[in-house]
């Protein structure tokens, strides 16, 4: 049995548990907002409403997709806890163990490690705080952890100020690249769009296979490696006959990708990753 | 038969469909997403050239 973890708000589990139920394979939701609550778990068993005990020992996978913390009290607060205990150190196929998706938390850090393969170039990035700039070149602005930003702005010849630590990175334009890596499974997508930030365009975006060259795959495929990252979102863009590389993100939301595409690619691989037996 | 513990509260709970209630289109809702950073009160200090 898979073991799925999310909240209701996240489509993302939902187009995966889609794809489960369509192959007849058995999972179980566990509802982050209810764990403590209808929903609890001990040493040896789960325990949903309704529901038989499901025991620790037949979860063949679990698929986290934690994002956010739910309200919670004490004993809740204990539940997660040691659902993070079980992640990180007692079962053995998980995608992705909670320590694993930290890099995620510095975005400095992710760029430092993607700059040691050669297959992409980094974007000239500046770490800006408490700081006035003359912007003479275009540059985008986003976050510099895993907070969200929307950069769908691009600042040109003016003078701007920031204040909490932001990433100034030098505005690329071409065609962005989403690269879902599941183990060794690598499905990419070109993404046509009339926005920076192709995640808030105005219009449907153009979405379509796209093949990278070797070299690429296999560089994604080491940081994930080297991240700890069995299943990852790479954006990468590509201009003037180069790629550079954005980011990587530990919980892709791959779903709306997959759903432009004729086949479910990398739920096809997930469900593969977590029905196999590792050791 | 297969077991899909979970599957129907979690329908019930997004009964407009899977891709029905996102404002993004990679599958977050957001509500976490600014426009920009956010800026804090604090002053100021250099000024420097970006190119």
């Not at chain 1, 309704?50 to 620790?56: E, M, N, T």
């Not at chain 1, 334009?173 to 046509?192: F, T």
């Not at chain 2, 993004?24 to 604090?42: L, N």
């Amino acid at each position: 049995m898979i073991l799925v973890l999310g909240q209701c708000s996240d489509q993302v589990i939902g187009a995966f548990m889609h794809h489960c139920v369509k192959h007849s394979v058995d999972f179980a939701f566990v509802d982050l907002n209810q764990l403590g609550k209808s929903i609890d778990m001990d040493e040896l068993y789960w325990f949903f409403p309704g529901q038989s005990p499901v025991s620790h020992s037949d979860i063949t996978g679990v698929y986290n997709r934690f994002l956010d913390w739910p309200k919670q009290n004490k004993y809740q607060m204990d539940r997660l806890l040691s659902l993070f205990d079980w992640l990180d150190h007692r079962y053995e196929n998980v995608i992705n163990r909670p320590k694993d998706t930290m890099s995620n938390l510095s975005k400095p850090y992710q760029l430092d490690i993607a700059s040691q393969f050669y297959s992409w170039s980094i974007p000239k990035t500046n770490i800006i705080m408490n700081t006035q700039v003359k912007i003479k070149s275009p540059f985008i602005c986003k976050s510099i952890s895993s907070e969200r930003s929307i950069v769908n702005q691009v600042y040109r010849q003016e003078e701007k100020a920031f204040y909490e630590p932001a990433l100034l990175q030098a505005y690329i334009p071409g065609l962005n690249i989403r690269v879902h890596a599941c183990d060794d499974v690598i499905v990419a997508v070109g993404i046509q769009s009339d926005a920076v930030d192709y995640r808030y365009s105005r219009f449907e975006n153009d979405i379509f296979m796209y093949h990278l060259p070797g070299q690429v795959e296999k560089d994604i495929l080491a940081l994930n490696r080297t991240l700890g990252l069995r299943f990852s979102g790479v954006d990468l863009i590509y201009h003037n006959k180069k790629y550079y590389f954005l980011e990587a993100n530990p919980s892709p939301g791959y779903a709306y990708f997959e759903s432009q595409l004729s086949r479910p690619y990398i739920s096809e691989a997930l469900l593969s990753s977590l029905s196999r037996t590792v050791h | 038969m297969s077991h899909k513990i979970g599957f129907e509260g979690y329908k019930h709970e997004n009964n407009v469909g899977f891709f029905g209630k996102e404002n993004s289109k990679d599958g977050k809702d957001g509500k976490e997403g600014k426009d920009d950073i956010c800026p804090v009160a604090t002053q100021v200090h250099h000024l420097i050239e970006l190119y």
